[in-house]
C-alpha cells in the first residue's frame, strides 16, 4: 500500500503532515515557482522511472532566479530527495512529482523582496491527462497568453495558472478537452499546459519563445527524437490559427500531456481527424524512452524501486 511523502521544512514527512498556514505568502499572492516531474512506472521492471530530473531541477532554478526567490537546496540534493520520495512513498504506478519554491513568511503585503522562501516537494498518482490514443479535441480560447512583460512565461510561476486555468476551463464547458491560447499579436503560443506542434511540408513546426511559451522540456526532448530517430527538423516560428486548421498533424506535449495528438480545432478535423503517421511513430519512440526501454536515452531516466517494508 502507498504511504505518500512529501519534503517539508527541510524534512521527508508524510504527505498529510507537509501543511502550511492560511497567511503563506505564497498561498495569498501566488508567490512560488514550481516543476512537475513525471514517474513513469514499468511493470517487467518493477520500477519507476523519473523523467528528466535534472533538467526540471534546473529549470526550477531559473524561474527561481527570474522572481528573486531563494533556493535553499543544491540541485543535486533536490535530486536524491526526489528519489527518496518515490521510493519510500511505494506506488506502483505513473506519478507525478511537484517540487516548489515559494514565499514561506506569514505576512501580508504584496512584494517579493525581503521574505523567507522554502523549498518543497510532494508525490500523487497521475495517470493520462489526455486522451492519448483517440486525441485532443481542442478550441481555440478567447483568453490570451501572458505577456513577458506582466508575468514572465518562461517562469513556471503559480499565480500564471490562473491564465491557464480560464483557457481551460473555457475549453471544457464549450465541450472540447484542450485549449490553444494565442498570446497579444494574436499568434499562436500554447495550451493551457502544453507546448504545440505542427507537422507541414515534413517539418515539425512549432511558436518560439519569444511567443510567450514555456520552454518545455518535454517538447525539447520530441525535437532530439524527431531529429535522430526521424531525420526531421524542427522550425521555431509564428503560427496563425487558421494555420492549424490546415496542417498534416497537430500534437501537444508536456509533463502532464506526455505527447498527445491533436484531432480537431475549432470543430475542424485536422488531417484525417486521427493521429498522423508522424505523431504516433513519435509518440512510440517517446514512451519507450520515458519508461526506461530505451538504452540510448537511458540517462534521461532516474530509476526509482519501491522499497519493500523488512
Same mark, same amino acid.
Given at each position: 500500500?502507498?504511504?505518500?511523502?512529501?519534503?517539508?521544512?527541510?524534512?521527508?514527512?508524510?504527505?498529510?503532515?507537509?501543511?502550511?498556514?492560511?497567511?503563506?505568502?505564497?498561498?495569498?499572492?501566488?508567490?512560488?515557482?514550481?516543476?512537475?516531474?513525471?514517474?513513469?512506472?514499468?511493470?517487467?521492471?518493477?520500477?519507476?522511472?523519473?523523467?528528466?530530473?535534472?533538467?526540471?531541477?534546473?529549470?526550477?532554478?531559473?524561474?527561481?532566479?527570474?522572481?528573486?526567490?531563494?533556493?535553499?537546496?543544491?540541485?543535486?540534493?533536490?535530486? +536524491? *530527495?526526489?528519489? #527518496?520520495? /518515490? !521510493? =519510500?512513498?511505494?506506488?506502483?504506478?505513473?506519478? &507525478? $512529482?511537484?517540487?516548489? @519554491?515559494?514565499?514561506?513568511?506569514?505576512?501580508?503585503?504584496?512584494?517579493?523582496?525581503?521574505?523567507?522562501?522554502?523549498?518543497?516537494?510532494?508525490?500523487?498518482?497521475?495517470?493520462?491527462?489526455?486522451?492519448?490514443?483517440?486525441?485532443?479535441?481542442?478550441?481555440?480560447?478567447?483568453?490570451?497568453?501572458?505577456?513577458?512583460?506582466?508575468?514572465?512565461?518562461?517562469?513556471?510561476?503559480?499565480?500564471?495558472?490562473?491564465?491557464?486555468?480560464?483557457?481551460?476551463?473555457?475549453?471544457?464547458?464549450?465541450?472540447?478537452?484542450?485549449?490553444?491560447?494565442?498570446?497579444?499579436?494574436?499568434?499562436?503560443?500554447?495550451?493551457?499546459?502544453?507546448?504545440?506542434?505542427?507537422?507541414?511540408?515534413?517539418?515539425?513546426?512549432?511558436?518560439?519563445?519569444?511567443?510567450?511559451?514555456?520552454?518545455?522540456?518535454?517538447?525539447?526532448?520530441?525535437?532530439?527524437?524527431?531529429?535522430? +530517430? *526521424?531525420?526531421? #527538423?524542427? /522550425? !521555431? =516560428?509564428?503560427?496563425?490559427?487558421?494555420?492549424? &486548421? $490546415?496542417?498534416?498533424? @497537430?500534437?501537444?506535449?508536456?509533463?502532464?500531456?506526455?505527447?498527445?495528438?491533436?484531432?480537431?480545432?475549432?470543430?475542424?478535423?485536422?488531417?484525417?481527424?486521427?493521429?498522423?503517421?508522424?505523431?504516433?511513430?513519435?509518440?512510440?519512440?517517446?514512451?519507450?524512452?520515458?519508461?526506461?526501454?530505451?538504452?540510448?536515452?537511458?540517462?534521461?531516466?532516474?530509476?526509482?524501486?519501491?522499497?519493500?517494508?523488512?
Amino acid at each position: 500500500m502507498a504511504t505518500p511523502q512529501a519534503y517539508f521544512k527541510g524534512q521527508i514527512v508524510p504527505l498529510e503532515e507537509a501543511k502550511v498556514g492560511v497567511m503563506t505568502h505564497a498561498f495569498n499572492y501566488g508567490t512560488a515557482v514550481f516543476e512537475g516531474i513525471r514517474g513513469n512506472w514499468n511493470a517487467e521492471d518493477g520500477r519507476l522511472y523519473l523523467f528528466r530530473v535534472r533538467e526540471h531541477y534546473e529549470r526550477l532554478a531559473q524561474s527561481s532566479h527570474i522572481l528573486g526567490l531563494e533556493l535553499n537546496e543544491p540541485i543535486d540534493r533536490l535530486c +536524491e *530527495l526526489t528519489v #527518496e520520495i /518515490v !521510493e =519510500r512513498s511505494g506506488y506502483e504506478e505513473d506519478v &507525478y $512529482i511537484r517540487p516548489m @519554491v515559494y514565499l514561506s513568511s506569514e505576512v501580508l503585503g504584496v512584494r517579493l523582496h525581503g521574505l523567507e522562501s522554502d523549498v518543497l516537494i510532494f508525490i500523487a498518482p497521475f495517470g493520462p491527462y489526455l486522451d492519448i490514443d483517440k486525441g485532443a479535441r481542442c478550441h481555440t480560447s478567447s483568453w490570451r497568453r501572458v505577456d513577458d512583460l506582466g508575468i514572465p512565461p518562461r517562469a513556471k510561476v503559480t499565480g500564471i495558472y490562473v491564465n491557464s486555468a480560464l483557457a481551460k476551463s473555457e475549453a471544457e464547458r464549450n465541450g472540447f478537452d484542450e485549449a490553444i491560447v494565442l498570446n497579444a499579436d494574436g499568434h499562436v503560443s500554447e495550451g493551457s499546459g502544453e507546448n504545440i506542434f505542427m507537422v507541414r511540408d515534413g517539418k515539425l513546426i512549432t511558436p518560439s519563445p519569444s511567443d510567450n511559451i514555456l520552454e518545455g522540456i518535454t517538447a525539447a526532448t520530441v525535437v532530439e527524437l524527431a531529429a535522430n +530517430e *526521424l531525420g526531421l #527538423e524542427t /522550425v !521555431e =516560428r509564428p503560427i496563425d490559427r487558421s494555420e492549424l &486548421y $490546415i496542417a498534416d498533424e @497537430v500534437f501537444m506535449t508536456g509533463t502532464a500531456a506526455h505527447l498527445t495528438p491533436v484531432t480537431e480545432i475549432d470543430r475542424r478535423a485536422i488531417g484525417g481527424g486521427v493521429p498522423g503517421p508522424t505523431t504516433l511513430e513519435l509518440s512510440r519512440i517517446f514512451f519507450d524512452v520515458i519508461r526506461g526501454k530505451s538504452e540510448k536515452y537511458g540517462s534521461w531516466c532516474t530509476p526509482a524501486r519501491v522499497r519493500v517494508a523488512s
